[in-house]
């Protein structure tokens, strides 16, 4: 703070003395006008005297500063370009990372895909498995039922033929006969007759 208000004094005091060099000069030779080509030797004097104090005053105060600035502001270029730098490779990195992430969902998603379409036609399978051995369940024991039905119903009607077939003896004989022998003997006659039928012509 302190050398930035020296300097500039000292400034304008060196580059005065010179013009009060020169006006004295000029006020002693009198109107004669100077050439270009004069050596003035206060002048020259008094030029290199602010030259080198110039040189020394920013030398000591302004360059030391300006370079310090310089350099701090060099390097806090090449810190934010470091940042910089160092940011783009981690963005590079989680951008490399996210596409690997995102691939490896599209590839799980196309497994649990597959997996549900062979799942589905597993069990779109056994469903219909399942249904045909139900059926065919079904089907067995209907015909179980059927085969039992007629059954019964064939031995119903053959108790009813021979009860039939008593009866009419009975009427046709006027007398009442033992029930007992005469169903064996009816029945007797019925199996001849179907042993008959079944044996081959």
Same mark, same amino acid.
């Given at each position: 703070?302190?050398?930035?208000?020296?300097?500039?004094?000292?400034?304008?005091?060196?580059?005065?003395?010179?013009?009060?060099?020169?006006?004295?000069?000029?006020?002693?030779?009198?109107?004669?006008?100077?050439?270009?080509?004069?050596?003035?030797?206060?002048?020259?004097?008094?030029?290199?005297?602010?030259?080198?104090?110039?040189?020394?005053?920013?030398?000591?105060?302004?360059?030391?500063?300006? &370079?310090?600035?310089?350099?701090?502001?060099?390097?806090?270029?090449?810190?934010?370009?470091?940042?910089?730098?160092?940011?783009?490779?981690?963005?590079?990195?989680? &951008?490399?990372?996210?596409?690997?992430?995102?691939?490896?969902?599209?590839?799980?998603?196309?497994?649990?895909? /597959?997996?549900?379409?062979?799942?589905?036609?597993?069990?779109?399978?056994? $469903?219909?498995?399942?249904?045909?051995?139900?059926?065919?369940? $079904?089907?067995?024991?209907?015909?179980?039922?059927?085969?039992?039905?007629?059954?019964?119903?064939?031995? /119903?009607?053959?108790?009813?033929?021979?009860?039939?077939?008593?009866?009419?003896?009975?009427?046709?004989?006027?007398?009442?006969?033992?029930?007992?022998?005469?169903?064996?003997?009816?029945?007797?006659?019925?199996?001849?007759?179907?042993?008959?039928?079944?044996?081959?012509?």
């Amino acid at each position: 703070m302190r050398a930035s208000r020296i300097l500039p004094a000292v400034l304008v005091f060196l580059a005065s003395s010179p013009l009060a060099v020169l006006a004295q000069e000029h006020g002693a030779e009198g109107a004669a006008e100077p050439s270009l080509f004069d050596i003035n030797t206060g002048l020259s004097v008094w030029t290199l005297i602010v030259f080198a104090g110039l040189l020394f005053l920013l030398g000591r105060y302004a360059w030391g500063p300006i &370079l310090t600035a310089v350099d701090a502001r060099e390097k806090g270029i090449q810190n934010a370009l470091d940042e910089a730098a160092a940011r783009q490779a981690e963005a590079e990195k989680l &951008l490399d990372e996210h596409r690997r992430q995102l691939a490896d969902a599209r590839r799980q998603a196309g497994e649990i895909l /597959a997996e549900g379409r062979v799942a589905g036609d597993r069990l779109r399978k056994e $469903i219909e498995e399942k249904a045909r051995s139900e059926a065919q369940g $079904i089907l067995e024991r209907a015909r179980q039922d059927i085969e039992r039905e007629r059954d019964a119903a064939i031995e /119903a009607l053959r108790k009813a033929s021979v009860d039939l077939a008593l009866a009419a003896a009975s009427r046709l004989m006027h007398e009442h006969l033992d029930e007992a022998k005469d169903r064996q003997l009816v029945e007797r006659f019925l199996d001849e007759m179907a042993e008959d039928r079944g044996a081959p012509a």
